[in-house]
């Protein structure tokens, strides 16, 4: 008798085997497989990795294969697919908290990739991966895919695309141009849906600060609209105040939370601060505040710089500030309005990430870095040192807007599934629970599928549960007096030994062989090779 962790040999191999072979008790998933070219150090961060990943542009991005919300652990080892669970695009896959409960959120709906928005619903899920609340706005205004952030357990900022007629003349438009995006800060309160507080850019921000061009022969309709602000971020303290991120003015705006005013104004035109020679930054994302002293004379954010764009309308023109994107953490001093650099990180593999992005700063000190449209994570110990970098798939235009790494514990709802295959001399046996997280032990039993009589079940192998997907072999003549009624079926232990599940039971089928295909790799530098 043998048993072996199935998915633990398929993630390092990184596409060396078709898709339909990642999992033989879940054929139907087809996870992405990263490519790890840092391994996990042993001070990497407890939690697992949440990436969204999707195929760009590109007229060769086939991969991922499945667009989904996806939990992933250190080896590529999946923990959780979101496929059946969440439709669409998938986006903002994280954990949070939602009336006192661990829950995961998640935006799902369409994505319109020339543009850089969507439209669809935000998401809450508990343990066991059941939906428990679907935020919606009471405004008849669709929440688009950048922002969902739970504030204190019961409201949620969320952000919207509204196209409103405007006047554009004044900002170079054509009469027949008069059409622009007005982006939308909501807080809205998840139980009830009702609206608590509300900002238009329109409102505070001239369409004259925008950076992003007024093209030619757009604005002409509602959907086509100019997207001259592009809010990408919405955070709040603990006073109140709202921290949000405009793409297309470069500008990091601290908002009041009475009445939605500009408190200051990090970047872009008029700056209220003084920024040091490293902080030049543009068309950033996620903004977030971390800290604030006592006296409130100094202020510490993070945000993610791209410092690049792509625009046009196929995205054939580009704006570049530096090099290479990076992660900043930021001191705001108010005292002399200066602006300082605490620190940077950059990707081990120097990517510049044209759109998308984000920067978590944890709680040790660490922070995860995900590389947007260069699909790619990369965890750093605080003073810079990456100690974890993996791409998402073998494809170059793999992507993901945002990617994080949070503890979680699934209690799946779902039956675990198991498939039992005769291959001549051996039958193997194959066990997973999608989004478990607790499963030590397979135990793997047989009986006699036309008796009722209990004591014809018995254990044929166990084994420790390492990976997603967990597999023993056993001799065929070790089942042969169970004919060919003969019914397998696996049960869960914990780490106490306490039973968590039960498969059904399943007939032995005979295991039909596929030829393998031979896929690419990426290997330290991004590109297909």
């Given amino acids: 008798m043998k048993s072996t962790g199935f998915v633990a040999v398929f993630a390092s191999l990184a596409g060396c085997a078709s898709a339909e072979w990642q999992f033989r008790s879940r054929p139907d998933l087809s996870p992405p497989r990263l490519n790890i070219t840092i391994p996990a150090s042993s001070d990497i961060s407890p939690g697992f990795i949440f990436v969204t990943p999707y195929p760009g542009r590109e007229a060769a991005a086939v991969l991922p294969e499945q667009r989904a919300g996806y939990i992933l652990r250190d080896n590529g080892d999946l ?33 319109d990739p020339r543009h850089g928005r969507g439209h669809g619903t935000l998401q809450i899920l508990d343990d066991h991966y ?68 509300e900002v238009h850019s329109l409102d505070i ?26 809010l990408n971020s919405i955070d709040k303290d603990d006073e109140g105040n709202y921290l949000i991120s405009s793409r297309h003015t470069s500008t990091i705006y601290k908002l009041s939370g009475r009445d939605g005013s500009i408190i200051w104004k990090l970047g872009g035109h008029q700056s209220t601060f003084r920024p040091s020679p490293d902080l030049d930054f543009g068309f950033q994302h996620d903004a977030r505040f971390l800290n604030r002293s006592a006296d409130g004379a100094v202020e510490t954010i993070s945000f993610f710089d791209n410092s690049a764009w792509t625009f046009g309308p196929d995205e054939n023109q580009a704006a570049t500030l530096r090099p290479h994107s990076r992660a900043l953490i930021v001191q705001l001093n108010h005292a002399d309005n200066s602006a300082s650099v605490l620190q940077s990180y950059t990707s081990p593999d120097r990517l510049s990430a044209a759109s998308q992005g984000n920067a978590q700063v944890l709680a040790n000190g660490h922070v995860f870095v995900n590389w947007g449209q260069e699909g ?11 100690i974890f970098n993996a791409f998402l798939d073998t494809g170059a235009a793999v992507q993901s807007y945002r990617g994080f790494r949070f503890e979680w514990t699934g209690r799946p709802s779902e039956v675990p599934a198991v498939a039992a295959l005769r291959d001549g001399a051996e039958t193997s ?13 397979w135990r793997f039993y047989a009986q006699d599928g036309d008796s009722a009589d209990a004591t014809s079940v018995r254990k044929i192998a166990e084994a420790q549960r390492v990976s997603f997907e967990t597999g023993v072999t056993v001799s065929t003549e070790s089942l042969r007096d169970l004919g060919a009624s003969a019914r397998i079926f696996a049960a869960g232990f914990d780490r106490q030994g306490t039973v968590l599940t039960r498969t059904r039971e399943v007939a032995v089928q005979e295991d039909v062989h596929a030829s393998t295909g031979s896929g690419g790799g990426r290997d330290g530098e991004p590109g297909e090779l």
């Fill in 79 to 111: 923990v959780w697919s979101s496929l059946g669970y969440l439709s669409g695009f998938v986006a903002n896959l994280q954990v949070a908290r939602y009336q006192g409960q661990p829950v995961l959120q998640a935006f799902q709906g369409t994505i």
């Fill in 130 to 197: 059941r939906p428990v609340a679907q935020i919606q706005s009471l405004t008849n205004k669709i929440p688009s895919i950048h922002e969902l952030r739970i504030v204190d357990g019961k409201t949620a900022l969320v952000e919207i695309y509204d196209p409103v007629s405007y006047d554009l003349t004044p900002y170079g438009g054509s009469e027949d141009q008069t059409w622009i995006v007005d982006s939308i800060l909501q807080e809205i309160d998840i139980e009830t849906g009702e609206l608590i507080f």
């Fill in 205 to 230: 921000v001239s369409p004259a600060d925008s950076l992003a061009p007024l093209p030619v022969g757009a604005a002409l309709n509602a959907p086509d609209a100019w997207d001259y602000f592009h």
């Fill in 376 to 386: 790619a994570v990369t965890e750093f110990r605080a003073d810079g040192t990456p």
């Fill in 429 to 441: 046996v194959y066990v997973s629970w999608n989004g478990d997280t607790e499963v030590a032990l």
